[in-house]
C-alpha cells in the first residue's frame, strides 16, 4: 500500500446545504471530485479499511497496542 497517497482515494459524500437544496432531487449528496484534508473523518475511515484489509489477510490486532498487527 502507497502511505503516502492513502487519503487521496477516499470517497467523500456530503448532504445538500439548506440554503442550497436542489428543489428537484432534495435528497441527492454531493461526492467531492478532491478528498479535501482535515476533515475528522479521513484518518478514522482510512483506519477502518486499513484494518478490514489486514484482518482479511489473516493479521490480529495486538492485545495491548490495537494499532499493531501481528
Known amino acids: 500500500m502507497d502511505v503516502k497517497n ?3 482515494n477516499e470517497e ?8 442550497f437544496e436542489d428543489n428537484f432531487y432534495p435528497h441527492h449528496v454531493f461526492k467531492f471530485k478532491k478528498t479535501m484534508y482535515g476533515l475528522q473523518q479521513t484518518p478514522r475511515q482510512w483506519n477502518e479499511r ?7 489477510k489473516g493479521y490480529a490486532r ?4 490495537k494499532n499493531t498487527f501481528h
Not at 486499513?50 to 482479511?56: E, F
Not at 495486538?62 to 497496542?65: K, L
Open 6 to 8: 492513502a487519503f487521496l
Open 12 to 19: 467523500v459524500y456530503a448532504s445538500q446545504p439548506p440554503s
Open 50 to 56: 486499513l484494518t478490514n484489509v489486514l484482518q482479511s
Open 62 to 65: 495486538g492485545v495491548f497496542d
